[in-house]
């Protein structure tokens, strides 16, 4: 489980301090996939860092599985722990070919060698990488360097995983690619040893698929709950900047002109099959 008490972050600027993150407590309970929205700047990438030890908090505690990440003689294990897939795939790549990068990190945790193969061809055909395999990554497309970057962080089959803003930059068909990696994640391991998974992501229709939803604004948690049931209020998501799914949207103006008879579960297309 992944838990935030009260945390708040600040940064430094020139002459003082600014607020980045604050008040935020939230849980994310093992087996659970929840999803976190919010406006450029309200701190989700911040909040990523938290969870995953990278940066300490300011004040407040993050918790990985009853691990403190401000105890430095933990940083290690809840690195490991809590696998980052960062919103700039750029920020993560150091390894002179695609399949010794996703290579990279199963060598740094000592994974033997014919297990390491294994993984890594795995990866490299989920993620259409195959054509790739020898190429340098600072020479793909964004969306390829995002593929990438998953890869990398998937064959470390780390406990918990975050995805920041996994989707920016990738086609349909990878996106599909992603979400049935997601729902196999979470097939394949039972509950005791499911992982949290967070999902980072400016689009609604992508929050559908988790069990919660999130949304930051200005560092402040200000909305939890079922995605279905938050994104029947518009105005909230509307105020700071956000939309619900178009068919939220849709079937709110059917409303509106007196069509009551459609209901929002004939409007709802799959979130990303169609
Ligand atoms: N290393 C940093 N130093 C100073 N300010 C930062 C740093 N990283 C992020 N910020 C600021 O913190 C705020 C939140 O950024 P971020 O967490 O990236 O938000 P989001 O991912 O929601 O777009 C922004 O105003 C950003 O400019
Ligand atoms: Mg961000």
């Given at each position: 489980?992944?838990?935030?008490?009260?945390?708040?972050?600040?940064?430094?600027?020139?002459?003082?301090?600014?607020?980045?993150?604050?008040?935020?407590?939230?849980?994310?309970?093992?087996?659970?996939?929840?999803?976190?929205?919010?406006?450029?700047?309200?701190?989700?990438?911040?909040?990523?860092?938290?969870?995953?030890?990278?940066?300490?908090?300011?004040?407040?505690?993050?918790?990985?599985?009853?691990?403190?990440?401000?105890d430095?003689?933990?940083?290690?294990?809840?690195?490991?722990?809590?696998?980052?897939?960062?919103?700039?795939?750029?920020?993560?790549?150091?390894?002179?070919?695609?399949e010794?990068?996703?290579?990279?990190?199963?060598?740094?945790?000592?994974?033997?060698?014919?297990?390491?193969?294994?993984?890594?061809?795995?990866?490299?055909?989920?993620?259409?990488?195959?054509?790739?395999?020898?190429?340098?990554?600072?020479?793909?497309?964004?969306?390829?360097?995002?593929?990438?970057?998953?890869?990398?962080?998937?064959?470390?089959?780390?406990r918990?995983?975050?995805?920041?803003?996994?989707?920016?930059?990738?086609?349909?068909?990878?996106?599909?690619?992603?979400?049935?990696?997601?729902?196999?994640?979470?097939?394949?391991?039972?509950?005791?040893?499911?992982?949290?998974?967070?999902?980072?992501?400016?689009?609604?229709e992508?929050?559908?698929?988790?069990?919660?939803?999130?949304?930051?604004?200005?560092?402040?948690?200000?909305?939890?709950?079922?995605?279905?049931?938050?994104?029947?209020?518009?105005?909230?998501?509307?105020?700071?900047?956000?939309?619900?799914?178009?068919?939220?949207?849709?079937?709110r103006?059917?409303?509106?002109?007196?069509?009551?008879?459609?209901?929002?579960?004939?409007?709802?297309?799959?979130?990303?099959?169609?």
């Amino acid at each position: 489980m992944i838990a935030t008490q009260n945390l708040a972050l600040q940064y430094a600027a020139a002459d003082r301090l600014v607020a980045v993150l604050s008040g935020v407590s939230l849980e994310l309970a093992d087996g659970e996939f929840v999803a976190l929205m919010g406006p450029n700047g309200s701190g989700k990438t911040s909040l990523a860092r938290c969870l995953n030890g990278i940066i300490p908090p300011s004040q407040g505690a993050v918790m990985v599985d009853g691990l403190d990440t401000r105890d430095v003689k933990h940083m290690l294990e809840i690195r490991r722990a809590v696998g980052l897939v960062f919103q700039h795939p750029d920020n993560q790549m150091v390894a002179p070919t695609v399949e010794r990068e996703i290579a990279f990190g199963l060598e740094n945790l000592g994974v033997p060698r014919p297990e390491m193969r294994r993984r890594v061809e795995e990866m490299l055909l989920r993620f259409d990488l195959l054509p790739y395999r020898q190429h340098a990554p600072h020479q793909l497309s964004g969306g390829e360097k995002q593929r990438v970057a998953l890869a990398s962080i998937l064959a470390m089959q780390p406990r918990h995983i975050i995805f920041d803003e996994p989707t920016s930059l990738l086609d349909h068909p990878s996106r599909v690619r992603l979400f049935e990696t997601i729902s196999e994640l979470r097939a394949n391991t039972s509950s005791a040893s499911a992982p949290a998974i967070l999902l980072i992501t400016q689009f609604a229709e992508e929050a559908l698929f988790a069990e919660r939803l999130l949304v930051l604004h200005e560092g402040r948690l200000i909305m939890q709950g079922a995605p279905h049931e938050l994104f029947q209020n518009a105005e909230a998501f509307q105020q700071i900047g956000l939309q619900p799914p178009l068919e939220f949207r849709v079937h709110r103006q059917l409303l509106a002109n007196g069509q009551a008879s459609v209901s929002l579960q004939d409007l709802l297309l799959d979130p990303i099959l169609q």
